[in-house]
């Protein structure tokens, strides 16, 4: 678990860091740092979508999921945990980005990408955290840039990240077999597309609600055994 504890705690300084040059940040400044994040949100989208190599995989998860999502509506109790959180932090947003879409960005730029799977598996199997020190160091940076755009809401991701992490390091040995090259690939593909509908969120295109869209991912290893046996 050690690299996953690095990981947090790099995660928190960068959102110290992102907070601290916040303050002097004039709102025309703060609209155009969001843009510029929404813009390479959607560069990172798509590059990970291109990792996917069934497209039945892709609309299975993203259409169950989505609609598993909606039933539960997801989105709108993130947005009370949000509100709840930034009466409770008080902490008002300069920029007009809300706790919630903060904290869901993070959490996909944070645990989406085949660094954080295979990393939680080596780190779990063989007890070597060099790809988490790695990512420890990358996050650093994403996390500072993040908060500064997006505010205090990306600071809950590190909730997200420990949970995560700390499960595919505890369940290793048991989702190895699980999470072939094939599945992390078609992973990356789905939390991909969720990256790229927050770009365009942030770059104020649209208004997806993705926390909906969210219960796919975790459709993909049985949407992926399933097309497998037909």
Known sequence: ML??????????????????FRKGISQKISTAAMTAI???????????????NNAIVLIV??????????AIDIDSKLNSFGDKASARFKRADSSGSHVSE???????VFCVGSMTILGGLNAGIKGDNTLYYTKAVLDLISSAMLTTSLGFGVVFAVITVFVYQGAL??????LAPVLTTAIIAELNCVGSVMIFALGLNLAGVSKFKVANFLPAIVLVPLVCALVSLI
């Open 38 to 52: 929404g813009l390479c949100n959607l560069c990172i989208g798509v590059a990970g979508m291109m990792e996917g």
């Open 3 to 20: 690299g996953v504890i690095v990981n947090v705690i790099t995660v928190l300084i960068g959102c110290t860091i992102g907070l601290i």
């Open 61 to 70: 998860s993203m259409v169950l999921g989505t609609i598993i999502g909606t």
């Open 102 to 108: 903060a904290f869901i960005t993070a959490s996909l």
């Open 169 to 174: 390091v505890l369940l290793a040995s048991l």
